[in-house]
C-alpha cells in the first residue's frame, strides 16, 4: 500500500490551505493545529514546504516548523530554501526528520555531496519539480537539465530517494504526469514519492500499480483539504460530533 503523506504549505506563518469541515467553513490556518489534525487523523509523517523560503532561498518558517515538530509524534520532511549545508544542518537539528533539496544539486553538487556524506540518504532526499519534460529549480525557473538526468546524477551521488512532481494542466483538471512518473521509474531505480496532482481516489489506485517501481509514497496536498476522498466524510463527521480521534498526538 502507498503510504499518503499530507501536505501542508506555510506561507507568512500561516496555512495556505484549510480544510473544509462538514458544514463547508475552513479550519485553522495555524500550521501547528494543522499538524495536530492530520496526526489526530492517522497520518503517519508529514510534507512541509516552506513557500517563502522558496523565495527568500533559505528557510524562513523554521521557527514555525520547529514547533510543529515538537507538537507531533510523527516525522516530519521540509522542503523550500534549503540551498546550503549550513540549513540542511541547522534543520536537521532542530528536529525535523528529513530535508528536500533540488536547487543545491543543480548549483552546487559539492555542497550536495557533503549533505549526503555527512546526514546520510534517509536524511537527506532529492525534490525535483518538472514541468514539460525539463526539471526546474528555484520554484520554477529552467534548469536546462532532465529529471533523469537529475536522478541519474543524484544516485551516483548516494541518494536513494526521490520526492518527484510532475502534474499535468487539462482545462480545469489536474492530475500526476503519470507516463513521466513511470519512464523516471524505470530509468533510475530509485524509491520515489509522487508528489502533486492527486485529485480522486482513481489517482490514487493508478499510482498503486506503479509501487512494483518503487514508488511506494504519495503527497497529497489540495484533495485532502477539500475532503475527496470518501473516508473523509467519516472523520468530519467525527469531528463535529466530538468522537474520538484514531491518533494521538
Not at 71 to 91: M, S
Not at 130 to 150: H, M, Q, V, W
Not at 190 to 201: D, H, M, Q
Amino acid at each position: 500500500m502507498l503510504l499518503v503523506i499530507p501536505a501542508i504549505e506555510i506561507k507568512n506563518g500561516k496555512c495556505v490551505r484549510q480544510v473544509q469541515d462538514v458544514d463547508g467553513c475552513k479550519y485553522s490556518d495555524d500550521p501547528i493545529e494543522m499538524a495536530k489534525m492530520w496526526r489526530k487523523e492517522n497520518a503517519k509523517t508529514l510534507h512541509i514546504t516552506d513557500l517563502d523560503g522558496v523565495s527568500a532561498g533559505f528557510p524562513v518558517n523554521i521557527k514555525t516548523i520547529k514547533q510543529m515538530v515538537k507538537t507531533v509524534d510523527i516525522p516530519i520532511e521540509v522542503g523550500g530554501g534549503l540551498r546550503t549545508f549550513d540549513a540542511v544542518r541547522n534543520a536537521l537539528e532542530n528536529g525535523i526528520y528529513r530535508t528536500v533539496i533540488g536547487t543545491m544539486l543543480v548549483e552546487n553538487p559539492e555542497e550536495t555531496k557533503r549533505c549526503i556524506d555527512r546526514f546520510g540518504p534517509s536524511k537527506v532526499v532529492l525534490g525535483i519539480d518538472a514541468k514539460n519534460c525539463r526539471a526546474t529549480i528555484k520554484g520554477g525557473e529552467d534548469s536546462g537539465l532532465t529529471p533523469i538526468s537529475i536522478a541519474l546524477n543524484a544516485r551516483e551521488l548516494g541518494f536513494r530517494r526521490i520526492v518527484y512532481t510532475d502534474v499535468l494542466t487539462t482545462g480545469d483538471f489536474r492530475r500526476p504526469n503519470f507516463d513521466a512518473l513511470k519512464l523516471l521509474a524505470q530509468k533510475i531505480e530509485l524509491r520515489i514519492t509522487s508528489s502533486g496532482g492527486v485529485s480522486c481516489l482513481e489517482d490514487l489506485l493508478k499510482l498503486q500499480e506503479y509501487e512494483p517501481l518503487g514508488i511506494d509514497s504519495v503527497i497529497i496536498g489540495t484533495a485532502l483539504y477539500e475532503n475527496k476522498f470518501p473516508c473523509q466524510r467519516l472523520w468530519r463527521m467525527c469531528e463535529a460530533g466530538n468522537y474520538p480521534y484514531t491518533a494521538r498526538i
